[in-house]
Structures are given as C-alpha cells and as structure tokens.
C-alpha cells in the first residue's frame, strides 16, 4: 500500500478558549493601547512582559510589535548605526539580516556546521578580520550552538551578543533559558513560532541601560513608569531625551492572547518533543539519510525536524522532495537556487552583498526541512518518516 499524509503543515492548534475569553474581555473595554488604562487597572501588556521575565529569569522584558522589531530594537539599543559590521549566521531566515540592514549596518555571515549551529572557528576570525562588536546569533530552528564555548569567545573578543530565539523559546542550554546568555534575548510571537498572537515580538535583559533604551525605543513616549518589568525612572531620566521614539509596541489583544498560552508552554513544548522523537525514531538509520545530533546540553524545542542528505547531487534533492511532496509531505530544501515561501538562503540576500561561503554552501544543498505543527500526532509523524524514508531509499538506490 502506498500510503499518502493528508494533513497541513501551516496549520496551527486554535487560540486556547482562556486566551480567546480574555481577549474579548479587552474588546469589550476597548483600551487596546498599552498605556489606555483605567485608573488603578495594569494593562495586559505590562503583565505579560512581567509573566515572561519571570519565565526567563530576566530582570527586565519589553513586548513589541515582532520578532524582527526586536531585533531591530536590540541592535539600536546597542548602539549599532549606519556602516557598522554585524556578525550574524549564514543560516538563518530573511528577517535577521533584515533588522542589521534596517539600521544601515552590515551583515557579516558566518558559517554553519552540520550541527546546523555557527562554526565558532570561523566566527573568531571573523571578528578579528572585521573588529566586528556585535554578534546577532539566530538558534536557526532551534539548534543552539555550544554557548559556553562561543560565550568565553564573545566575552573575550569584547563582541556583545544578541540571541535570536525566534525558534528557541522555552529552549535551554546547559540549564540557562535561550536567551539568557547574552545581553539580549529576541523572541517572536507570531502565528508559526511556540505562541501565537499573529505578530508580535518580546526582549529580555538584565542590562537596565539598553532596556530603558529598548522601551523608549519601542514607541514608550513619557509612560514608561507603567511598565512592570522595566528599569526604575530614574535610569530613563537622560536617555528620554536622546533617544528617539521608533514606534513598535505590542497592544493588550495580543498581549491577552498570550498569557494563557505562556502558562501552557512547558507542556506544548512536551507536546513538541514527542512530535520530534516519533521523526527521529522512524528515521534511524536511513540510508543516505543523516539525522542531525543533538548535544547533551541542550534541551530543544522540536518545533520543526531537519535532516540532511548529505553530499546528494541537487537533481536527486529535487527528486525527494517532489516524491515526498506528491505523498503529502512538504519538505522545504534550503539549497534551492531560488527564494521561495518563506524560504530564502544568504546568497540570495543581495543588499547585504554576501561573499560565498564553502561549509554553508555545502550543508545547505543537503539540508531538508518540515514543520511539526501541534495538529500533527505522533502517529502522524510516524507516517511521514515513513514517506520520507522510503523516497529517500528509492532515490538512493537509483543513484
Ligand atoms: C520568525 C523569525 C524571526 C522574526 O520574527 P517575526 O515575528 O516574523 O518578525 C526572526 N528570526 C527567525 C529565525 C525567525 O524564524
């Protein structure tokens, strides 16, 4: 029998009915904005920056419009301008080379391992070829690099690091949040990432200087004492009038929408991992087929599944993919010579003038990738490994 997946590989659970019901409690009092408060009323939004803080362990947390806002937000925050060289993986997704460019500074990639993390060998030359300050580092679909060894090289290069946990929310390493490594962590909300308002992006730190930057940044105008997570007054007292207003705040919908699915987060990222070991389990040793370890440190969110068909000429790539795809399987292929879907590699970034890059070019043309939506069960993931392993032998054999 040949057995086809019917399922959608967009389509995410529904809004919990908590989070739908406190939704419509702020539609009805209509104080959508932030700082609209009633008297002696905190807003949404300023109880979920403190709700995420405490979930991180960070001092300070500040809500925004998007993933990308934040990163942008935190690349400002540090002083980042026009011209500036920022170092940042070669693979990662659009939006991280387009908050650097955002700014007017400059991408400067760096390789990737076929652990799929940052090649730390070749970011420390990076830095010395650049004097490269700032790292904007992307857990690119939740793998974390050895952030002990790349923190002692960051720290004693005197580069500032901003983690990009856009796919490691709820993620660890070595027992710290992702995020709480560097100076800065950016999360993103947005309807595919592990909660879901839409849009909708958050920061944490410990620094009270950049996040009282972050917060006048974010469009806080003279209100930031309503906000719960932040730096005491007395630390936005200069920087309030140096530092400009580049509107990008989260809104108490959103925010509301939110704090449910916050408090059910370490069981959906159970929910994930179960989803993520039913793949690994029915793709063990495929022939051809290369699963990509993951180290003892780190404890992941399997939001997504990678595997690698590792040195495949791009014909056979293509092959896999349109069997696997006339099956119900969709698997996106980060070697494709053209951007597609939400797809795109660092070559194709031509405002960012990429120079070529050997390692990345090489994992990339074998890299493979599907998401595991939480509509997916566990059976489900089984039967696409199975699709997927048997495409795979087929084209392997014929090769
Ligand atoms: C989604 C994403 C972002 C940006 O988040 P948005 O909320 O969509 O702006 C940044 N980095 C990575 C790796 C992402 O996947």
Redesign the pocket.
């Known amino acids: 029998m040949r057995e086809t997946f019917t399922g959608s590989f967009t389509q995410q659970e529904p809004i919990p009915e908590e989070a739908i019901e406190a939704a419509v409690r702020v539609l009805r009092h209509g104080r959508l904005h932030r700082y609209n408060t009633a008297p002696g009323e905190v807003a949404e939004t300023a109880l979920l920056e403190e709700e995420f803080a405490a979930f991180t362990g960070a001092r300070y947390c500040l809500a925004v419009a ?4 934040a ?1 942008g937000c935190a690349l400002r925050a540090l002083g980042v301008g026009p011209g500036d060289a920022v170092l940042t993986n070669a693979f ?2 659009a ?2 080379p387009g908050a650097i460019a955002s700014l007017g500074a400059r991408s400067v990639f760096v390789e990737v391992t076929e652990g799929l993390t940052i090649d730390p060998d070749h970011l420390a030359r990076r830095i010395a070829e650049t004097g490269a300050r700032v790292l904007l580092l ?1 857990h ?1 679909r939740g793998h974390i690099c050895d952030m002990d060894r790349l923190m002692a090289l960051c720290d004693g290069a005197g580069v500032r690091v901003v983690e ?1 946990c ?2 490691t929310m709820g993620a660890e390493w070595g027992g710290v949040p992702s995020g709480r490594h560097g100076v800065i962590g950016c999360y ?3 309807t ?2 592990h909660m879901n308002s839409g ?3 958050l920061l944490v730190s410990d620094d009270a200087d950049l996040m009282a930057r972050a917060i006048l940044l974010s469009g806080s105008y003279m209100l930031y004492d309503r906000h719960r997570a932040a730096p005491p007054p007395e630390v936005f007292e200069t920087l309030r009038y140096e530092v400009p207003n580049v509107s990008g705040r989260m809104d108490n919908l959103r925010a509301a929408i939110l704090r449910p699915q916050l408090r059910i987060l370490p069981e959906q990222v159970a929910r994930w991992n179960r989803l993520y070991r039913a793949m690994e389990d029915g793709l063990a040793e495929t022939p051809g087929l290369r699963l990509i370890p993951r180290p003892e440190a780190e404890r992941y969110v399997g939001s997504s599944f990678q595997f690698l068909l590792r040195g495949w000429p791009a014909a056979r790539v293509r092959e896999v993919v349109a069997r696997c795809a006339a099956r119900g399987v969709e698997l996106k292929w980060f070697g494709a010579a053209e951007p597609a879907g939400f797809t795109s590699k660092y070559d194709q970034w031509r405002y960012a003038d990429p120079a070529p890059l050997a390692r990345t070019e090489a994992v990339l043309a074998g890299l493979l990738d599907l998401r595991l939506p939480l509509t997916f069960s566990p059976e489900d993931c089984a039967l696409i490994a199975r699709i997927i392993r048997a495409e795979v032998g087929a084209v392997h054999q014929a090769g």
């Open positions: 998007s993933g990308g806002y990163l990662t997704l939006p991280v992307s690119m990009d856009a796919h993103s909300t947005q595919y990432k849009e909708g992006g």
